[in-house]
């Protein structure tokens, strides 16, 4: 297969996204199933904390003290007060048993943040292969990420240790020299570190295609180095070729991040990244490897246009989540109770810091740019919804935490506004469309928790059902969310103020 077959390959495949882009929505959900952890480290630090009559003395040094930001004006004797006051609180809340209880829960969030990110990219790479192969992705997703993952985890472990040597090698050959002589020292480093650095090249281009031969080859992890190896050694040219497809694409996203992030819009990098960019290159080099063991064929373009293609998505992305609101009524209730307790555990909470750390909607909306906003409002949201509902496969605990940490902070931002009213009336105009369309997504998680818990020993076919719907009404809760947006840009922040 040539390149530009490749390339095309995986635009085709791009073109079909309900059986592929399920697998790469597993990306932005991992940190929601992450923040579990700390979440629940918090919750047990705060119990014991409350029965252990730490919380009550912690509340009164925050009612008695000034935690506003340090002084700007430079007297050192203010800001020695200032460390004081923090200093006191924190010796307050921070005890050997609170500091355990967090890094436990830190460690464990690392752990599990790693399995995970290995478990997607198994899950991902399948979908990719069968895609290629004209077989069903949301299957392939479900068994490629329970058959691949450990392969693929010793895999990224061997490149990491393969990283550590080298840098930790150059590193200890120019110390050894700058003891000897500065002179010395700078001189090794001019040589050291460019060998280094094409042997960090060189270690990444191989590593590139040995997790796309555990799953082609059905390979283990030594195994799947030797053919990633040996893909780059027999095809040179396929591989420099989608390594510069790489490096262009990873420059565009760069760029196009440096761009927003000046116009506020930073949130649809991501969402590129994990709709277009991600996809793409993994379906470019598993049509490349999968070419050279004869075991792909280009998919067939789709007859219809482009455009009525994403017309008829739309459209079906709105009546599946038509569908889904109306056979699921308990669990739209249910999550909307999530979000509800945590708006009133985040109002009680926050409380304390009502007067020494207010916050303000009119201050937040200093410089507001409607375009911007409206962008960065509908693409973060979106976000969130696609990784509450993708989050929920693992056993629905982690949308429902997510619906309950972000009503946490919903319900303390409440608290500490300076104007109620104001923030009210900002919020009113978007809020009912853009909090339905979150209930909804936070339904969407508890909903594949469910399934996943019934299918986890049986046919993965109605899971992979299931996926796909979830794609849809991801899909229809987008275009919610991107109304809300452009209402949150351009009339929320406005069309109050004349009466206020």
Known sequence: MKPSTAIRAAAVALQRPSELLPAYFLAPAIPVVVRVFPVVGLAVTYLYLSTTGRLADLRTALSNTDLGPPPQNGDPAALEVWMADVQSILEIAMTPTTLAVLGVSLLLAVVVAVALSVVATAAQLSASYARLRDERGTVATIRGGKRHWLSVLAVRLFEAVLWAVIIGSAAGAVAAGVSASPLLGGLLALVVVPVALLALVAV??????????????????????????????????????????????????????????????????????????????????????????????????????????????????????????????????????????????????????????????????????????????????????????????ALAVPAAVSLWFNGVVLGAIARTETTPL???????????????????????????GVVGWRTRFGPQSPLADELERAFWVCVGVGILLAVAGLIEGFVSPYYYRPFL
């Open 204 to 393: 990444r281009a191989v590593f590139a295609f040995a997790p796309v031969a555990v799953v082609v080859d059905d390979a283990g992890p030594l195994d799947a180095i030797r053919g990633g190896w040996g893909f780059v050694r027999s095809n040179p040219v396929a591989a420099l070729v989608y390594y510069g497809v790489a490096v262009a694409s990873l420059f565009v996203l760069g760029s196009l991040a440096g761009v927003l992030a000046v116009l506020g819009g930073a949130p649809l990098v991501g969402v590129v990244g994990f709709t277009v960019v991600s996809p793409f290159l993994d379906v470019t080099k598993t049509a490349l490897y999968g070419d050279a063991r004869g075991s792909v064929a280009p998919p067939a373009a789709p007859e219809m246009p482009l455009a009525a293609q994403l017309k008829s998505g739309l459209r079906r992305g709105w009546s599946e989540t038509v569908g889904f609101v109306r056979s699921a009524p308990l669990l739209h209730v249910a999550s909307l109770g999530f979000a509800l307790v945590g708006g009133v555990v985040g109002w009680t909470l926050a409380a304390p810091l009502a007067e020494t750390v207010p916050s303000s909607i009119a201050a937040r909306l200093e410089g507001h740019n409607p375009i911007s906003a409206a962008v960065e409002f509908g693409a973060n949201n979106w976000t969130v919804a696609v990784s509450t509902g993708f989050a929920g496969l």
């Open 422 to 448: 104001e923030l009210l009336a900002f919020v009113v105009p978007h809020g009912v469309i853009e909090i339905p369309a979150l209930v909804i997504a936070g339904a969407l998680g508890l909903h594949l």
